[in-house]
């Protein structure tokens, strides 16, 4: 996708040789206007696949989700990484192992917005060592509801995330891919 | 806002006399069409306001603050409650005391997104206590950018979150406000 790529020429920067920093765009202030361009994209990469039900995960995922559900006429379901007082006894969850924190976190989604046969488009902002992209299929398959791909705004490509999908049976949809970022160059796939 | 309320009522349920459970439309599963009615309104109640930029807190303000943004054609930033291990070492904070969970937690913003003389809607799902709205208006005025206006989609009006605002001498619109809540009965003011 051209215009994600020139934004993260642009706007990111490289921090090492493996983060990324898109925080004026996409994950703390939010380019709603480019939002609406993923949105379509992602429409036109699932539009014959009757996606149902759109799930993404807290914080960054959400705002992707509710653009690109406009797209679809279907709902959004967050799961849940934090303590939530009010959230059902009834769950499905998964454990998430960030590398990032070092460190493993439950993924929540009350049973009740799952269903048996929903076709499931699962949206993130990142893909890198997809344990949340797994985790996610993996209360999918748990509420017997069938994950259609897994889209994502930016694949590292130099992690194994997209074998990990893949392996686990489910189509990813990747809308930039880096094949690395050594010395702060991104070079794109 | 009668669409609102009237998916209240259908939708929501009260536990005890203080919680509303609004997770199959609001903040667990998104009703993007619900959102975009929502979103309508806060234009229409804050048109002639020059808005440069929506803030919000995660996770459940994104989506209302993503979707609302296309009618003000305006970037959200929302704050961060947990540690991001990529955040920005110059931030604007605020600490915000839950009653809820009965504990204080940091928002966060990073400085380059907020900038003097930006007009900030800040925008959240509920006001009970006002806390986490006065959090925000308080990383508003540290950047010396100027808060225009609460919007919140359900108000408690039984607690004093309200008054707190506005005490703080900022205007609050909300779309659906609740006067009581006893017995599992929702009346609206």
Not at 30 to 57: A, H, M, P, W, Y
Not at 114 to 140: M, Q, R, T
């Amino acid at each position: 996708m051209e215009i994600l790529k020139e934004k993260i020429i642009k706007d990111g920067y490289v921090i090492g040789s493996k983060v990324l920093k898109v925080d004026s765009f996409l994950n703390h202030q939010i380019d709603v206007t480019l939002f609406n361009e993923i949105g379509k994209e992602f429409k036109r990469r699932f539009q014959d696949r009757n996606i149902t039900k759109i799930l993404t995960v807290e914080a960054s995922g959400i705002g992707i989700a509710c653009i690109a559900a406009q797209y679809f006429n279907v709902p959004v379901v967050f799961a849940k990484k934090h303590e939530a007082v009010d959230l059902d006894a009834e769950t499905y969850e998964a454990e998430v192992y960030s590398f990032t924190k070092d460190k493993s976190y439950k993924v929540r989604v009350a049973k009740k917005f799952l269903s048996k046969g929903d076709k499931v488009l699962i949206i993130d902002d990142f893909l890198a060592n997809g344990n949340a992209a797994k985790g996610l299929i993996d209360i999918v398959r748990q509420a017997q509801a069938e994950p259609i791909g897994v889209g994502i705004v930016i694949e590292k490509a130099f992690q194994d995330g997209r074998k990990k999908v893949e392996q686990a049976g489910v189509k990813v949809e990747s809308l930039a891919i880096i094949n690395s970022m050594s010395e702060g160059n991104i070079v794109f796939q």
